[in-house]
């Protein structure tokens, strides 16, 4: 497992990949499918617009709120919801080009800041945030142990955590990203959650609630490619992710078969 120290050395090469993308052929064409074929099948069948709105839910009154949107960029789908409603905001992000444009846009809201800095170095010294909403962030750190016990350190007493992460405990999945690692320009801080993962997590702080996604509906990708009606195949996968949100949320075994997981966490008292 990694240290602290191994980690922020991996971080230093990570921001200069997110201040220049520089990727390779392999990681382009995953790019490609994860951004472009998922993100259209998300959008279709209404997984995009769930998610978010049950984001803003689970945030609940921001305005008595301390929020830190961990590893932002330029800023993320609710990033600017939180900065104009939280009564302070902070984005923070390993790459300063992107926390420069960040800047420029949340400069109209009076309690909101951005910050290019490590989570995990000691230049970081703010804490106590009631909030903190990580979208595909989490998955970032190979070593799961020091990340929670970072999150813990930085959340006030009762602080909650919003997360948002791809999972590799699917089968097919699991395949796919085991071939493709060895060509993966961002291995090295690509980690999705496995079954251990999730299960530090559940034990470290109270899952509130929690969602799978694409699980069933992952193979509207290939229902997509019979001659059938969009029309057809947009209900069939509606009907599909309403069924791999619903048992996911109860059921272990549905949301391993998903790719995705949103989570909502509360720290656990001492």
């Not at 499918?33 to 279709?44: A, T, Y």
């Not at 992107?98 to 230049?123: Q, T, W």
């Not at 791809?166 to 999945?173: A, F, N, R, V, W």
């Not at 193979?219 to 057809?232: A, C, D, E, R, Y």
Request: with cysteine.
């Amino acid at each position: 497992m990694k240290t602290t120290s191994e980690i922020l050395e991996i971080n230093k090469k990570q921001k200069e990949f997110y201040n220049h993308i520089r990727q390779n052929r392999m990681t382009r064409i995953w790019a490609k499918i994860r951004n472009g074929v998922l993100n259209r099948v998300r959008k279709n069948i209404g997984i995009h617009d769930q998610v978010y709105d049950l984001h803003k839910v689970w945030f609940g009154d921001l305005s008595d709120k301390k929020v830190l949107d961990l590893g932002c960029f330029s800023g993320n789908n609710l990033s600017f919801y939180l900065a104009e409603h939280s009564k302070s905001y902070l984005g923070i992000d390993l790459s300063d080009k992107a926390i420069s444009h960040l800047k420029e846009k949340i400069k109209k809201y009076p309690n909101a800041e951005a910050r290019a800095v490590d989570f995990l170095s000691d230049e970081f010294s703010e804490a106590d945030f009631d909030l903190i909403y990580a979208y595909g962030v989490l998955h970032h750190f190979p070593n799961v142990d020091v990340l929670i016990e970072r999150l813990n350190e930085k959340l006030s007493p009762n602080g909650a955590i919003i997360s948002y992460d791809p999972l590799q405990t699917s089968t097919p999945i699991w395949i796919l990203r085991t071939l493709y690692r060895p060509f993966q320009s961002d291995a090295a801080w690509e980690w999705p959650f496995t079954r251990r993962t999730y299960r530090k997590f559940a034990a470290s702080f109270r899952v509130i609630e929690r969602h799978g996604l694409l699980g069933k509906s992952k193979w509207i990708v290939l229902l997509n490619m019979l001659p059938l009606s969009q029309p057809f195949k947009n209900r069939t996968g509606r009907n599909w992710h309403q069924q791999d949100w619903k048992k996911s949320a109860i059921s272990d075994k549905d949301m391993f078969r998903c790719m995705h997981l949103t989570m909502w966490m509360q720290k656990q008292s001492r």
